[in-house]
T-cell receptor
């Protein structure tokens, strides 16, 4: 099955700095790569996604880059703010007829004021 | 739309008791997922329904767990008998269709504590 590794598990940055979270995956047929944000005690919510025909996607302060050859993708958050503090999960679809998301283990991001 | 609705939000029970978690997906969504979240194992997919039919239940831990989706607007996850290691947050999620075309919407979760 699909194997997704996410690094780092924890990340602390100063407010205004950038944060980068990386994920690698194993199934070369995977074609959809979303990122979810989960605030403490809340539900995971989609913040950005990228599909296999695109190398980079940006939405205001967040961006995702995809390298299909190397089978890795990254989340970039610029000008971090305290409200960015949360757990971030990458995810990958597995191949096959039943589309399922395999989630990474999560990154606890703390933005220090 | 109210989003994915789960109940109960919190459940505390004793080992050996039956637990039933409920989910109402977003109207019009034809895929429904049950996830379990723990610190140790992260987000794990338990079972996935498409058009009310279970497609893949390989994530269900053991026979003590069962899930049903009798109609497009309701699903249950049952644990019988419950054990302390079942303590976790259980999320229900729904999506419009194939996951490579749409977003996964999570409910608020049901926090289960088995004493």
């Amino acid at each position: 099955g699909e194997n997704v590794e996410q690094h780092p598990s924890t990340l602390s940055v100063q407010e205004g700095d950038s944060a980068v979270i990386k994920c690698t995956y194993s199934d070369s047929a995977s074609n959809y790569f979303p990122w979810y944000k989960q605030e403490l005690g809340k539900r995971p919510q989609l913040i950005i996604d990228i599909r296999s025909n695109v190398g980079e996607k940006k939405d205001q302060r967040i961006a995702v880059t995809l390298n299909k050859t190397a089978k890795h993708f990254s989340l970039h958050i610029t000008e971090t703010q305290p409200e960015d503090s949360a757990v971030y999960f990458c995810a990958v679809t597995t191949s096959g007829s039943a589309r399922q998301l395999t989630f990474g283990s999560g990154t606890q991001l703390t933005v220090l004021p | 739309d109210a989003g994915v609705i789960q109940s109960p939000r919190h459940e505390v029970t004793e080992m050996g008791q039956e637990v039933t978690l409920r989910c109402k997906p977003i109207s019009g969504h034809n895929s429904l997922f049950w996830y379990r979240q723990t610190m140790m194992r992260g987000l794990e997919l338990l079972i996935y329904f498409n058009n009310n039919v279970p497609i893949d239940d390989s994530g269900m831990p053991e026979d003590r767990f069962s899930a049903k989706m009798p109609n497009a607007s309701f699903s249950t996850l049952k644990i019988q008998p419950s054990e302390p290691r079942d303590s976790a947050v259980y999320f229900c999620a729904s999506s419009v269709g194939q996951l490579d075309t749409g977003e996964l919407f999570f409910g608020e979760g049901s926090r289960l504590t088995v004493l």
